[in-house]
């Protein structure tokens, strides 16, 4: 059983920086590819980064390329997302997600393919 906390958002001045983490308490989290989804109320869940199971591989929205980073350490079931430059439109709820099958591959943009989700934390960017 997969089962996700996010935390680590906050408010934050446009150029800041956070990272998020999303823990997993279970056993299996090492195989499974996780994503990073984030959600403004209103509009539909966006996707932002993924990374593989392995950690060998990682995929970015092409809003946050060049400013975002996802990594994950399986010895502690967790991946971190570093957000640096933030721009107040990245202002949303953001939340992880794991792939619906471990040791999935390729890595997956749609919401429809991750099948355990965290409840998400609030992210904030001031002008």
């Known amino acids: 059983q997969v089962q996700l906390v996010e935390s680590g958002g906050g408010l934050v001045q446009a150029g800041g920086s956070l990272r998020l983490l999303c823990i997993d308490s279970g056993r299996t989290f090492k195989t499974y590819s996780i994503g990073w989804f984030r959600q403004v109320s209103g509009k539909e869940r966006e996707f932002v980064a993924a990374i593989k199971w392995s950690g060998s591989s990682s995929e970015y929205a092409e809003s946050v390329k060049g400013r975002f980073t996802i990594s994950r350490d399986n010895d502690k079931n967790t991946v971190y997302l570093q957000m640096n430059s933030l721009k107040p439109e990245d202002t949303a709820v953001y939340l992880c997600?794991?792939?619906?099958?471990?040791?999935?591959?390729?890595?997956?943009?749609?919401?429809?393919?991750?099948?355990?989700w965290g409840r998400g934390t609030q992210v904030t960017v001031s002008s």
């Open positions: 997600a794991a792939d619906k099958y471990p040791s999935s591959s390729p890595l997956k943009s749609r919401l429809i393919d991750y099948g355990y």
